[in-house]
């Protein structure tokens, strides 16, 4: 069964440190792997997507990692600010363009 | 330019009542989305537009479920005799031309309560 797990679940940092979230998948064939952000009332927002190939991908104070072998991603957000506090998604797309299994999120909260 | 817009941004109705979500996407794409976001859950998607071709309807849970899209552009999801399971978000994305490396643009999402 394809599915895209994410932890934690919830994390709760202090502005200024760095996270790291967690993605792992069953998911086959694989296509690639996006990384969302959700702002509360909002719609995700894209940070990154990576193929098969790619290892790594950054996008500002974000940094995704794919390794295909142990189908894991990590998204590691670096020195916090209040405006990362949000839900972070995990999507891994499967073939075509309906095949994008979501995960169900890692919701982030930084605090001052 | 203008991203994503859906409305209404809530609705609250009764239950076996129809809704219709309505969805602008962007000016120019021609592929559009709709999923649905339960409390606690990832993204479910619901349906698929891609040009003049026939839409993709793999993902509706039932027939009481539908959606609509005029000219190309606007679009309509309606959920005929609502349940209280059908409470959700509803995401619209739109993408310029459908393909799966494409991001998709997502709008605000509107939020159903079916009491």
């Known amino acids: 069964k394809n599915q895209v797990e994410q932890s934690p679940q919830s994390l709760i940092i202090l502005e200024g440190k760095n996270c790291t979230l967690q993605?792992?998948?069953?998911?086959?064939?694989?296509?690639?792997l996006r990384w969302y952000k959700q702002d509360t009332g909002r719609g995700p927002v894209s940070l990154t997507i990576?193929?098969?190939?790619?290892n790594t991908k950054s996008n500002g104070r974000y940094t995704a990692t794919l390794d295909a072998d142990t189908k894991q991603s990590s998204l590691h957000i670096t020195a916090s600010q209040l405006s990362d506090s949000a839900s972070y998604i995990c999507?891994?797309?499967?073939?075509?363009?309906?095949?994008?299994?979501f995960g169900a999120g890692t919701r982030l909260a930084v605090h001052p | 330019g203008a991203g994503v817009s859906q409305s209404p941004s809530n609705k609250v109705t009764e239950k076996g009542k129809d809704v219709e979500l309505r969805c602008d996407p962007i000016s120019g794409h021609t592929a559009l989305y709709w999923y649905r976001q339960s409390l606690g859950q990832g993204l479910e998607f619901l349906i698929y537009?891609?040009?003049?071709?026939?839409?993709?309807k793999s993902g509706l849970p039932s027939d009481r479920f539908s959606a609509e899209r005029t000219g190309g552009s606007v679009s309509t999801l309606t959920i005929q005799r609502t349940q209280q399971e059908d409470s959700a978000v509803y995401l619209c994305a739109s993408s310029l031309g459908g393909a799966h490396q494409e991001t998709q643009y997502f709008g605000p999402g509107t939020r159903l309560l079916v009491l």
């Open positions: 993605c792992n998948y069953t998911v086959s064939p694989f296509s690639n």
């Open positions: 990576m193929t098969f190939s790619e």
């Open positions: 537009f891609q040009g003049n071709s026939a839409p993709d």
């Open positions: 999507v891994v797309t499967s073939g075509g363009y309906n095949k994008l299994i």
